[in-house]
């Protein structure tokens, strides 16, 4: 009886581990360029070229590794560092980072970028507070759109600025094209 007993305590306290075991995910072992782990004769070398690496997913980046593309002006990697900077809330965030890099993604034509710059300057996070700059850059994004909440955000910050400052800007849109990388900014 004592030997049934222990035995059971010991699958009991064994079966979480082996379950964990088997549902484990299987990780696969990275390939050296140039050998054959599976050759009867051991690893071989050949004078094939190594594969390229496939560009890096943005979104895969580290903080280091997004800053590094971003300055080489991936708009994607620009948006993710300035989403990264201006989290709320977050021992990490920097608005003024956060609206530089916004700025730049902004100006090469990511909406999304365009509305969050654009409430940067409506709420005075890391920029001064620009009621023009902010109906430019939510206009922008609104432009040709859908989405309703930047569509109703332009409408909020267009009751902030004159008539005449408000037909200036939606000139501007109208006319407004992406920036080539490293070109001056277009904030007004």
Do not use: C
């Not at 600025?161 to 408000?166: G, N």
Request: neutral net charge.
């Amino acid at each position: 009886m004592k030997r049934i007993l222990v035995l059971s305590i010991l699958m009991l306290v064994a079966a979480p581990a082996l379950a964990a075991e088997i549902n484990a995910p299987s990780v696969p072992i990275p390939s050296v360029p140039g050998q054959n782990p599976d050759s009867p004769s051991g690893p071989t070398t050949t004078n094939a070229a190594a594969p390229k690496p496939a560009e890096t997913d943005p979104k895969q980046m580290s903080v280091s590794e997004l800053q590094a593309a971003a300055e080489k002006n991936n708009v994607e990697a620009q948006f993710l560092l300035a989403e990264y900077y201006g989290k709320r809330n977050s021992l990490d965030a920097d608005y003024g980072v956060a609206a530089k890099w916004y700025q730049k993604a902004a100006e090469q034509g990511k909406k999304e970028a365009q509305y969050k710059l654009g409430l940067l300057y409506s709420e005075s996070l890391g920029v001064s507070q620009n009621h023009v700059a902010a109906y430019f850059w939510v206009s922008l994004a609104a432009a040709g759109g859908t989405n309703k909440t930047w569509i109703a955000k332009r409408g909020e910050l267009e009751k902030l600025i004159s008539p005449e400052q408000a037909a200036a800007m939606t000139k501007r849109v109208e006319t407004w094209k992406p920036a080539v990388p490293g070109a001056e900014p277009a904030t007004p």
